[in-house]
């Protein structure tokens, strides 16, 4: 396989992963931020983002700038900068004339912001001398430039990250990263490459396949979070997930505290206060951690929580044959299991076992006839667990 290919194509799509990664973790922080301060959340937003976009950057000249420098050496030598200003300008020469829009002044004077933050601000604290706040600053800055409406905290002065506000920088950084994006589909197609491939269900797919709009984005997890807890407490649908969970004696939480928790949780964090509410729980009722190995079952995707009742149904079909007697109460069992089982091919079989046993009860078959055909539903039903173990 060609080198400069691989490298273009193998190692470039695992940076379009990390890049996207980067850029979804600072909208998450940014969207659960309040307010703008010199604090954690500020600097974790813009150092995430920085770094996001300009690994993105770089992608994109690999695919346009590698083939045209001779010294590979000094191709890598030239990718070693922070300054996000020269990547994307050197983008703009070795894409020009491609039908991808120009950066707008929000945007470029995003770019430039972060520029100045991860090459200078992000050190300040380190310096005896330096400027604590400079990166508050630069994005207070930005904000006034741009948005023509600004809430300050009456308490400090610091600027209040209103919905409008988020709204305005989810805007201009999915912007930016789609208009990165279309550089890196179309240098995909100059290069013969996968580089653009995204991973399904991934954290960059959210980002480059979304609608620019990443807050919005945030929104849309929050409302399908809050809708499937709204399922979780009002379904009357019976499977063996949620009866797994039915059968879990709930703890004994504090309920106005509740609503905080999952305010907390669909905004991507889940709360210290939660965690220590449960250990006090769980250290007053002296839980084992049975109930902890149980509890984290939930979600966990390679769990067959219908298994129990695949078993009894198997074991009900077995004691069939054995016995050579069925009633009304064997299919009422029946029933009572079935409706917890997913596999389609086992709800099948058994549905055609209630079938025949409706037709032997008119009298249009006889009792042998009848366990003839559960005899080989059951031989049926038995290859198929057998698969299911065979797979695990």
């Not at 030598?77 to 004339?97: A, F, M, N, P, Q």
């Not at 008119?362 to 698969?387: A, M, P, Q, R, V």
Request: charged residues 30%.
């Amino acid at each position: 396989m060609d080198e400069s290919w691989h490298y273009k194509n193998f190692n470039m799509v695992k940076e379009l992963d990390i890049a996207g990664e980067f850029i979804y973790n600072g909208i998450t922080e940014l969207n659960g931020m309040d307010v703008i301060r010199d604090n954690a959340s500020t600097f974790f937003t813009l150092y995430t983002i920085s770094v996001g976009l300009e690994r993105l950057q770089k992608i994109i000249l690999v695919l346009w700038k590698f083939d045209t420098i001779e010294n590979k050496e000094d191709f890598e030598k030239s990718l070693i900068t922070h300054s996000h200003t020269l990547l994307r300008d050197e983008i703009k020469k070795y894409t020009k004339g491609l039908k991808v829009p120009d950066f707008n002044s929000r945007e470029n004077d995003l770019i430039l912001l972060l520029q100045k933050f991860y090459k200078s601000a992000r050190y300040e604290r380190y310096n005896i001398n330096g400027k604590k706040d400079v990166e508050i600053d630069m994005f207070n800055s930005y904000i006034n430039k741009h948005i023509r409406q600004v809430q300050r905290s009456v308490f400090d002065g610091c600027i209040l990250l209103t919905d409008d506000i988020k709204d305005f920088l989810g805007k201009v950084i999915g912007s930016i990263s789609n208009k990165y994006y279309q550089l890196i589909l179309e240098g995909s197609k100059k290069n013969n490459t996968y580089t653009y491939e995204l991973r399904v269900g991934s954290k960059a797919e959210k980002v480059f396949l979304g609608n620019y709009k990443l807050i919005e984005g945030k929104m849309n997890e929050r409302i399908s979070f809050k809708e499937l807890l709204i399922y979780l407490r009002n379904c009357k649908e019976k499977s063996a997930y949620l009866k797994f969970i039915d059968d879990i004696t709930p703890l004994d939480f504090d309920p106005p505290l509740v609503m905080d928790y999952i305010n907390s949780i669909s905004n991507g964090n889940i709360p210290q206060g939660l965690v220590d509410e449960v250990e006090t729980i769980y250290d007053e009722n002296n839980y084992s951690f049975e109930r902890v190995q149980l509890v984290d079952l939930i979600g966990c995707s390679n769990v067959e929580f219908d298994y129990p009742y695949v078993d009894e149904c198997y074991q009900i079909l077995n004691n069939v044959i054995k016995t050579k007697d069925i009633d009304d109460d064997t299919i009422k069992s029946i029933d009572d299991n079935l409706c917890y089982i997913n596999d389609d091919e086992i709800v099948e079989i058994m549905e055609k076992i209630k079938e025949s046993y409706k037709l032997y009860k008119k009298e249009n078959s006889s009792l042998d006839e009848l366990l003839n055909l559960i005899k080989n539903y059951y031989d049926e039903y038995h290859k198929i667990i057998s698969d299911i173990f065979d797979e695990t």
